[in-house]
């Protein structure tokens, strides 16, 4: 199984990028699939995800703000983030479990099975 993101860059306060991961190995719609994030210095933490049965989810700190798409005739996942501020920059990841059941929306990092090589996202003010 092999996750790669892309789609990362640099925007200024207010843009908006897509990022994307591709999921290469399994069958996608039987996966949890969640986006992380990581500023220097701090810890990793959780953005969004999307479950098998395409329920998602989202941190306090993105709703409204960012969205979880996918295309599974592409066995690729989207996020898609708008009005973006300083504070969103940092390294995305994308990760994957498939073994069920499995608590997608709120398990850590440390609890996927694959992840990927992340895409960096800068926003300046």
């Known amino acids: 199984v092999q996750v790669v993101e892309s789609g990362g860059g640099s925007v200024q306060a207010g843009g908006s990028l897509r990022l994307s991961c591709e999921v290469s190995?399994?069958?996608?719609?039987?996966?949890?699939m969640k986006w992380f994030r990581q500023a220097p210095g701090k810890e990793r933490e959780g953005v969004g995800s999307?479950?098998?049965?395409?329920?998602?989810s989202y941190a306090d700190f993105v709703k409204g703000r960012f969205a979880i798409s996918q295309d599974n005739s592409k066995n690729t996942l989207y996020l898609k983030m708008d009005s973006l501020k300083p504070e969103d920059s940092a390294m995305y990841y994308c990760?994957?479990?498939?073994?069920?059941?499995?608590?997608?929306?709120?398990?850590?990092?440390?609890?996927?099975?694959?992840w990927g090589q992340g895409t960096q996202v800068t926003v300046s003010s």
């Open positions: 190995g399994l069958s996608f719609r039987r996966t949890c």
């Open positions: 999307i479950d098998r049965e395409d329920a998602s």
């Open positions: 990760a994957v479990h498939w073994a069920w059941p499995f608590p997608c929306s709120s398990a850590s990092w440390s609890r996927f099975l694959v």
